[in-house]
C-alpha cells in the first residue's frame, strides 16, 4: 500500500490541530456538559437578517456578487465605520467582503510576505494566527503580554522583538483570549514605535462592537496610520452571524486590489444569500447589538466576581466575551486542569497554553452562555477545585 502522507507537503504535515477543538470535539461525546469553549455566541442571528436573506432568494438574487461583494453592503460598511469608529474607507476601492475574519486575515499575510519576512504576533493569541503566518511564508516572532499589564502589550515589549526584517505586526484588541482592551493611549504609545520603524499593521477589530467600559478605538483612525493599516471585521461575534462566514478587511487602495486578486482567484466571492443578510444587520441591526452586549456584561461581571471568590485569580476583561483566570494556584497544568474538569465535572474549558507559551497556567472560559448555565459552571469548578485541597 503507497503511504499517501509522503504526498503531503512538509509545512502541512508540521502543522498542528486546533487545541480549542481537540476539548471541544472530546465534550461532544460526553452527556451534560457545560462548554464554556468554543467562542461562540450563544444567541441565535436576529430574525430581520434571516429574513433578509430569505427575501433575497424569493427575489432570486443567487448569482455570484462582485469580487469586492455587493456594493451596497460596502457602502453600509463603510458608513458604520466612519459612524461608530472615526474611520472611513471609500467603499468602491477599499473595502473587500471575504468569507469570515479568518479568510481577511489569511488573504492578508499572503499579499503583505515574502518569503522570511517577521510578523509580530501578540501572544496570548487566537490559535490562527501562527499558522497563517507561516502558511503564508512569513515568520512568527512572539512578543509576550501578562496578567500585571492586564495582558496589554506594552511599548517596551515591541520595541524588544523588532529586528531588520520585521514587517508588520498583527493586533487583536478586545484581544482573544483574555478580553484585553487596547485603548486610546495605548495605541498612542504603541504608534509611534510602529511608525519609526516603519511597520505594518493587521488589525483583527472583530470584537469591536463587544466594549463594556470605555469606548473603542481603531488604530487606523490614528494620525499617519490609516495607510499603514488593514481593518480585519465581520458579523459573526457582535451579530450572532459565525455560520454565516461573512467578513471584511478594509486598507489602502493598493493593498485592497492585491488582496482581491487573491480573493477572485481561490474565493470568486462571498456568498450572495449572506451578504444580504449582513445588509440588514449593519443598517438596521444596532438595536439587536446593543442588547447582546448588555447580556454580555452582565455575566462578564458576574463570572469574574465568581472566579476571584473562588481563588482563581482574573482580571477583568474590557472587550469580548471571553476571561483569563489563572490556574497557578491548583499545580497543575492548563492541559491537565481543563482535562481534569471536563472528567469529573462536565465543565469544557480551553487551556491557556493553546494560545501560546505565555498562556500557560490560565485557561479561557467564554461566558457566551445563559447565566443559569454559568452559575451551574462555576458551582462545578469550584467543587473541583475542592477536590484538588
Same mark, same amino acid.
Given at each position: 500500500?503507497?503511504?499517501s502522507?509522503?504526498?503531503i ?13 481537540r ?18 455566541p450563544?444567541?441565535?442571528t ?9 427575501h433575497?432568494l ?31 474607507? !471609500? ?6 467582503? $471575504?468569507?469570515? /475574519? &479568518?479568510? %481577511? ?6 499579499? #503583505?510576505?515574502?518569503p ?19 502558511l503564508?511564508?512569513?515568520v ?6 501578562d ?8 511599548k ?24 484585553a ?10 504608534r509611534?514605535?510602529i ?6 499593521v ?6 469591536? !462592537? ?6 473603542? $478605538?481603531?488604530? /487606523? &483612525?490614528l %494620525? ?6 488593514? #481593518? ?9 452571524m ?16 492585491a ?8 474565493i ?11 445588509l440588514?444587520a ?36 474590557g ?6 483566570p489563572?490556574i ?25 497554553h ?14 457566551a ?21
Amino acid at each position: 500500500m503507497i503511504d499517501s502522507t509522503r504526498y503531503i507537503a512538509d509545512e502541512i504535515q508540521t502543522l498542528k490541530p486546533s487545541g480549542i477543538r481537540r476539548f471541544f470535539d472530546l465534550a461532544q461525546t460526553m452527556d451534560q456538559v457545560i462548554s464554556l469553549g468554543v467562542g461562540e455566541p450563544d444567541f441565535t442571528t436576529p430574525w430581520a437578517v434571516i429574513e433578509a436573506s430569505y427575501h433575497s432568494l424569493e427575489k432570486g438574487y443567487t448569482a455570484y456578487t462582485a469580487n469586492a461583494g455587493l456594493l451596497e453592503l460596502r457602502e453600509a460598511i463603510s458608513q458604520f465605520l466612519d459612524t461608530y469608529f472615526n474611520v472611513k474607507y !471609500d467603499p468602491k476601492e477599499e473595502v473587500l467582503v $471575504t468569507v469570515g /475574519a &479568518s479568510q %481577511a486575515i489569511d488573504v492578508a499575510f499572503r499579499t #503583505l510576505l515574502n518569503p522570511g519576512d517577521e510578523v509580530i504576533v501578540v501572544e496570548p493569541s487566537f490559535v490562527s494566527y501562527v499558522p497563517t503566518i507561516k502558511l503564508a511564508g512569513g515568520v512568527p516572532v512572539i512578543v509576550s503580554t501578562d496578567e500585571a499589564h492586564a495582558f496589554r502589550l506594552q511599548k517596551e515589549d515591541l520595541l524588544r522583538v523588532i529586528t531588520p526584517k520585521t514587517k508588520a505586526i498583527l493586533l487583536c484588541s478586545p484581544n482573544n483570549p483574555t478580553g484585553a482592551l487596547l485603548n486610546k493611549a495605548d495605541l498612542a504609545d504603541l504608534r509611534e514605535v510602529i511608525i519609526e520603524h516603519d511597520l505594518f499593521v493587521v488589525s483583527d477589530e472583530i470584537y469591536a !462592537d463587544l466594549v463594556y467600559d470605555e469606548s473603542y $478605538t481603531s488604530i /487606523a &483612525s490614528l %494620525a499617519d496610520m490609516y495607510e499603514r493599516t488593514l #481593518l480585519i471585521s465581520g458579523f459573526s461575534k457582535a451579530f450572532a452571524m459565525t455560520g454565516w462566514r461573512l467578513g471584511y478587511v478594509c486598507g489602502p487602495k493598493a493593498i485592497i486590489e492585491a488582496m482581491t486578486k487573491i480573493h477572485q482567484y481561490t474565493i470568486m466571492s462571498a456568498p450572495t444569500m449572506a451578504q444580504y443578510g449582513a445588509l440588514e444587520a449593519i443598517q438596521h441591526g444596532r438595536a439587536d447589538v446593543l442588547m447582546m452586549k448588555e447580556s454580555y456584561q452582565q455575566r462578564r461581571n458576574y463570572i469574574v466576581k465568581a472566579l476571584n471568590e473562588m481563588g482563581l485569580k482574573c482580571h477583568l476583561p474590557g472587550g469580548a466575551f471571553y476571561v483569563f483566570p489563572s490556574i497557578q494556584s491548583t499545580g497543575l497544568s492548563s492541559e491537565a486542569f481543563a482535562e481534569q474538569l471536563l472528567l469529573s465535572e462536565r465543565v469544557a474549558v480551553v487551556p491557556g497554553h493553546v494560545f501560546g507559551d505565555s498562556g500557560e497556567g490560565y485557561i479561557r472560559c467564554s461566558y457566551a452562555a445563559s447565566m443559569k448555565q454559568l452559575q451551574e459552571a462555576m458551582a462545578r469548578i469550584e467543587r473541583f477545585l475542592e477536590t484538588l485541597k
